[in-house]
Nanobody, 122 residues
Framework: QVQLVESGGGNVPTGGSLRLSCAAS????????MAWYRQVAGKQRELVAS???????VYADSVKGRATISRNVRANTMSLEIKNVKSEDTAVYYC????????????????WGKGILVTVSS
């Protein structure tokens, strides 16, 4: 079973930088797309950034120019850095994997991490 574990997060001062990491495990051969989503209480989960195994990038307009998503395709890890954070960046951030191929050769289910809280405060 594919597992995603996020790390980083916590309290970040306004104008500072947040850094998150995600590690995937569970008999994985490859992952097509890894992404970061975030969710604020009472609102829908939204895409922050995604990166495919061939480096196709997508960024939400709200973080464009401030965010960088990185991947180590071989290690099945991913990171996110957002600079000049604002109060609007406060959310629970989730790691997501789509297009998983297992070492058995079968496709695995899409996977979500449990989420990690980032709080931006002045």
């Amino acid at each position: 079973q594919v597992q995603l574990v996020e790390s980083g997060g916590g309290n970040v001062p306004t104008g500072g930088s947040l850094r998150l990491s995600c590690a995937a495990s569970g008999g994985i051969r490859s992952i097509n797309t890894m992404a970061w989503y975030r969710q604020v209480a009472g609102k829908q989960r939204e895409l922050v950034a995604s990166r495919t195994s061939v480096d196709t990038l997508v960024y939400a307009d709200s973080v464009k120019g401030r965010a960088t998503i990185s991947r180590n395709v071989r290690a099945n890890t991913m990171s996110l850095e957002i600079k000049n954070v604002k109060s609007e960046d406060t959310a629970v951030y989730y790691c997501h994997a789509r297009g998983v191929i297992l070492s058995t050769g079968y496709y695995g289910d899409d996977a979500w991490g449990k989420g990690i809280l980032v709080t931006v405060s002045s």
